[in-house]
Nanobody, 122 residues
Framework: QVQLVESGGGSVQAGGSLRLSCVAS????????MGWFRQAPGKEREEVAHIDRVGMTKYAESVKGRFTISKDNAKNTLYLQMNSLKPEDTAMYYC????????????????WGQGTQVTVSS
């Protein structure tokens, strides 16, 4: 089992920055791949960024160049640094984890945090 707890959301003006954190506990194998997702009201959930066991990263086109995903294995913490925020980034942001074995075979992430709200005003 894996437990995930996000923090760092809040309200900012367009152009501002926020850093989200996700503290993970439980099976290391089952959180070898981790990602950040977001869901805005009335929209489907989308994967914003992904990081695998060796630190390779992927980003949604909408956030490339503005968001950076990283992890500190010593602190069991996943981060999402969000710069140049836009009103369209407003959403609930979720941390997710699973084994890379499962993720790389197309399985949905099995473990999710409770979410942290990000609101960007124009």
């Amino acid at each position: 089992q894996v437990q995930l707890v996000e923090s760092g959301g809040g309200s900012v003006q367009a152009g501002g920055s926020l850093r989200l954190s996700c503290v993970a506990s439980g099976s290391t194998y089952s959180r070898s791949c981790m990602g950040w997702f977001r869901q805005a009201p009335g929209k489907e959930r989308e994967e914003v960024a992904h990081i695998d066991r060796v630190g390779m990263t992927k980003y949604a086109e909408s956030v490339k160049g503005r968001f950076t995903i990283s992890k500190d294995n010593a602190k069991n913490t996943l981060y999402l640094q969000m710069n140049s925020l836009k009103p369209e980034d407003t959403a609930m942001y979720y941390c997710a984890a699973d084994s890379c074995w499962a993720v790389e075979r197309g399985s949905e992430y099995n473990y999710w945090g409770q979410g942290t709200q990000v609101t960007v005003s124009s």
